[in-house]
T-cell receptor, first 114, second 117 residues
């Protein structure tokens, strides 16, 4: 079974802090994604990566950056956390570059910025 | 523009009732894929089904069935004889072959299903 893990289930940070959210997948998937989920808005794509060291902006990249130095790990970085970044963050991976393949999701990190 | 619309925000049913979750999508692509995911209270999205745009056959898996109709751009999901364990948020999603977002999934806003005993 594909396993996607995220470093924390719950995280509380203060405004202005630099925040790292880590995601690791164990199935050698090429593609990885970061979404945020907010009530009434569904899931929105922040960034994605189709290979190591490659990254592309999604629909709402402002205030975020990402890093993918190794194939199995995709990090989401909040350079200076703000209260409007309080949300559930979901990481996903996908086998390869295709609209056919399903994405596998991690359990999510619920981030609260005070 | 919203590409996937799930008009039902919340649905509440009593156990053993049948329930249908609606999904309407919008795309100009001729090749695309539709997905349903389940998000239980634990938070992790679980893949349920994929359907490609060239296959309009309905699918049944146990108590779950899916009705794909290109004429109405709909991909509805029916749970027969619902159970309490079906309580979750259900997302419909679209992946387009001519995507400039890495074939990322376009999600609907989800339908929260509550099944009570």
């Amino acid at each position: 079974d594909v396993k996607v893990t995220q470093s924390s289930r719950y995280l509380v940070k203060r405004t202005g802090e630099k925040v790292f959210l880590e995601c690791v997948q164990d199935m050698d998937h090429e593609n990885m994604f970061w979404y945020r989920q907010d009530p009434g808005l569904g899931l929105r794509l922040i960034y994605f990566s189709y290979d190591v060291k490659m990254k592309e902006k999604g629909d709402i990249p402002e205030g975020y950056s990402v890093s993918r130095e190794k194939k199995e790990r995709f990090s989401l970085i909040l350079e200076s956390a703000s209260t409007n970044q309080t949300s559930m963050y979901l990481c996903a991976s996908r086998q390869s570059w295709s609209s056919y393949n399903e994405q596998f999701f991690g359990p999510g990190t619920r981030l609260t910025v005070l | 523009a919203q590409k996937v619309t799930q008009a039902q925000t919340e649905i509440s049913v009593v156990e053993k009732e049948d329930v249908t979750l609606d999904c309407v999508y919008e795309t100009r692509d001729t090749t695309y894929y539709l997905f349903w995911y389940k998000q239980p209270p634990s938070g992790e999205l679980v893949f349920l089904i994929r359907r490609n745009s060239f296959d309009e056959q309905n699918e049944i898996s146990g108590r779950y069935s899916w009705n794909f109709q290109k004429s109405t751009s709909s991909f509805n999901f029916t749970i027969t004889a619902s159970q309490v364990v079906d309580s979750a948020v259900y997302f419909c999603a679209l992946s387009e072959a001519n995507s400039n977002s890495g074939y990322a999934l376009n999600f609907g806003k989800g339908t929260s299903l509550l099944v009570t005993p």
